[in-house]
């Protein structure tokens, strides 16, 4: 579920992801952010997204997962480029 106001929410798992670590690169649209333990509790929370290592970053918008990828740079980019 989104926070007001906010277009995706992100789960990561070993790296941990702040509000303050996206507000410096002005991404200001995630809410809220859930840092796991590891990717295994992920797994049985969303088997479908069949995770096989960390880090791994999840990000949903309301409806859907819009973007499952292992790469920090790559979800850094994603939530970058996206409007408000």
């Given at each position: ?10 789960q990561?798992?070993g790296?941990?992801?702040t509000?303050?670590?996206l507000e ?12 796991e333990v590891?990717?295994k ?10 995770l096989k290592k ?13 973007l499952?990828t ?9 939530l ?5």
């Amino acid at each position: 579920m989104l926070s007001e106001g906010h277009k995706y929410s992100l789960q990561a798992v070993g790296k941990e992801i702040t509000f303050d670590l996206l507000e410096e690169c002005n991404i200001t649209n995630v809410g809220p952010i859930t840092n796991e333990v590891s990717y295994k509790s992920l797994n049985e929370q969303y088997p479908k997204l069949e995770l096989k290592k960390e880090p791994v970053f999840i990000v949903f918008d309301e409806n859907r997962l819009v973007l499952k990828t292992y790469d920090y740079e790559e979800m850094m980019d994603f939530l970058q480029n996206q409007d408000e």
